[in-house]
Structure formats: C-alpha cells, structure tokens
C-alpha cells in the first residue's frame, strides 16, 4: 500500500476570504482588529464558498479513508491571543464544515511547515498545503512537501505551484486536487 496522502487547507484567504483591514490599522499607531481583544475577528470571518464546497467534497469523500486525509493547518501570531484566535478559528471550522472532527484541525504558532516538520512529521510531496501565501508555499516545498496556490482574487498565478481559484466552480477545484493526489 502507499503512503498516506495528507491534504491540508489553510483558512485565512483560502477558505475565507482574506480581510486586510483586519491586518492594517485605519490610522497609524492603532492596533489592527485582530490583534485586540474580545474582537473574534476570526469566528466571524466570511467563507469562500466555492472553495468550502470543495472542501466539504473531499472532507465527506475521504474521511476516514486510509489513503487521503483532509485537514485545516491554520497558523496564529504567538502572544496574549494565541487561546482566542484558537477557540475562534476551530469554532468558524465547526460553524462552516459540517460533521468536522477535532483530530483534523491543527493550530500553530509558528510557520506551517515547522509545525509539522517539529510536531507531526518530516514532509514528503505527500504533504500537501493548499495556501495564498507565497512564503508558505516556498518554505513548504523546500521542506519536501508539495504546495497547491490558492489564488484568491487579490493574489496572482504562480509557475511555481499548481494552482486552484476560488472563483471557480467547486466541482473544478476538487477535479484539480484530486488530479494532483493521483500524480504524486
């Protein structure tokens, strides 16, 4: 039998659609939204709805499969609002996936590929992240894992990376994965 394939979907601007005035303070010296407590910014975050629609395909589709697992990988700034933006950010996974598990929703502090590389495992190009950041796809696929774009209306295409977009339909989005998971 192969290897487990593991599938991992970032939140922030893939399965919801990126917010960049929680980010960036509207004057100089505020504190940006989701740095401020009690904000819940990330319970309350919009979803990208076709690209949950795929994923709730796969998630359905592969769980408990021996073969493909489909999970969340989000990362937190570390500080005072680590346990908040956790609580919020696994609550947005209960309130938007349907029959969603606590075993598939990983929380870190630090960047991505760390997390697994340092708590879960080596990667492999079995260890597949689904992510809009650039930085986490190159750091990603420099560890040994493989990266999927998600190009999300205000990032671009990359040659790096295939691709997925979210303003596609959900049925092309998990025909694109799952071509990828049978070539690697």
């Given amino acids: 039998m192969s290897e487990k394939k593991n599938l991992w979907f970032d939140m922030d601007g893939v399965m919801t659609i990126y917010d960049y005035d929680l980010y960036v303070p509207k004057k100089a010296g505020e504190t940006p ?35 493909v697992s489909v999970n969340v990988l989000t990362s937190i700034p570390v ?12 609550q947005w996974c209960l309130d938007h996936i349907p029959d969603f598990s606590a075993e598939d929703f990983y929380c870190v502090s630090v960047p991505k590929h760390d997390a697994v590389i340092d708590f879960l495992w080596p990667l492999t190009k079995n260890e597949i992240l689904v992510d ?13 894992g493989t990266a999927v774009k998600c190009v999300n209306g205000i990032n671009s295409y990359s040659d790096l990376y295939p691709c997925i ?10 025909e694109t994965l799952e071509a990828l998971l049978k070539t690697i």
């Avoid at 500080?79 to 696994?90: N, S, V």
Wanted: net charge positive; charged share 35%; glycine share 4%.
């Fill in 33 to 67: 939204r989701f740095l401020q407590p009690r904000s819940h910014v990330f319970a309350s975050l919009a979803e990208n709805e076709a690209l949950m629609k795929a994923f709730d395909l796969l998630y359905k589709k592969y769980r408990g499969s021996e073969e």
């Fill in 132 to 144: 809009d950041y650039p930085r986490n796809l190159a750091n990603w696929t420099k560890r040994g």
């Fill in 165 to 174: 977009d979210t303003r596609w339909e959900a049925e092309k989005i998990v």
């Fill in 79 to 90: 500080g005072l609002l680590q346990a908040e933006h956790t609580l919020d950010k696994y």
